[in-house]
């Protein structure tokens, strides 16, 4: 019931949104007014739901009023996200790193770089120069007993994925897919007769213009949610409009990608 009030973020506030910009084109106002819109129904509820209970002794009001709660939690999340959203509309990656960062070089060995890092130095990590990524990894690989669990913890990438597995890593941590996918995105076209090989996938961005007119499904290979059900078209138009539900759809599909990607791997590993 509350979903089709126009109470934001919720389905009815979306649509009071979507008429606020229409108004001025402007999504940033747009939000504002319905979040405030949000706020005070939720808090009329609560008030409504405090007065039911305590007037007549009917427990609905308690969940009226619990109803008014979550709803106002909600539009002030969206208040909230609308101010980080302006406060770092502006700035680049490198207005949030370090300009100077400590390097280490990839034959150094680590008695020499320890000795090169300042006392007290808080970098949560040291970039490594002429080295790559997946040489490390299958370095670590060899170096722990046989036998032992490997963790591919932040190997994100299907390439890296693919060469980690093939040094002996069997779980992975990353938040790459899902934070791609919060993005736009989205990989696609995965070849399982190809991993590892150049072009055994593809990765799109649903922001291209191309994919606002595409009437078929993102990735007709895959049988997620969104695939199977959504127009490319559809989905793309839930990232412009920067709607919530774009960022666990391509989220749901990314990490579906990854899960085939496992699933393929785990065949051609299997006698």
């Known amino acids: 019931m509350a979903g089709d ?11 009071f949104r979507a008429a606020l910009w229409q108004v001025r084109r402007d999504l940033a106002w747009a939000t504002r007014i319905a979040a405030a819109v949000g706020r005070g129904i939720g808090a009329l509820m609560i008030v409504a739901g405090v007065i039911v209970f305590f007037t007549w002794g009917a427990f609905g009001g308690v969940w009226l009023a619990l109803i008014g709660w979550f709803v106002l939690g909600a539009a002030g999340s969206e208040a ?12 680049v990656v490198g207005d949030l790193t370090r300009r100077h960062a400590i390097a280490a070089q990839a034959d150094q060995t680590l008695r020499d770089f320890m000795a090169e890092v300042p006392w007290g130095d808080d970098s949560a990590g040291y970039p490594v120069l002429d080295g790559r990524l997946v040489d490390e990894v299958a370095l670590v690989a060899e170096l722990l007993p046989e036998g032992s669990t490997l963790h591919g913890l932040g190997l994100g990438s299907p390439e890296n994925l693919v060469s980690s597995w093939r040094a002996g890593y069997g779980i992975f941590d990353c938040t790459l897919p899902t934070r791609n996918a919060r993005r736009g995105v989205l990989y696609t076209d995965l070849d399982s007769a190809a991993l590892g090989a150049r072009g055994f996938y593809r990765h799109v961005n649903l922001g291209d213009e191309r994919w606002v007119r595409e009437k078929g499904p993102l990735d007709p290979t895959c049988d997620c949610e969104m695939c199977t059900t959504l127009p490319a078209a559809y989905v793309a138009h839930l990232f412009r409009v920067e709607d919530v539900l774009a960022g666990t759809l391509g989220s749901l599909h990314n990490l579906r990608f990854y899960t085939r990607l496992v699933d393929a791997l785990r065949e051609r590993s299997s006698p």
């Open 5 to 15: 009030v126009q109470i934001g973020p919720l389905d009815g506030g979306r649509v």
């Open 80 to 91: 909230r996200l609308l101010s980080l959203r302006n406060a770092l509309g502006g700035l």
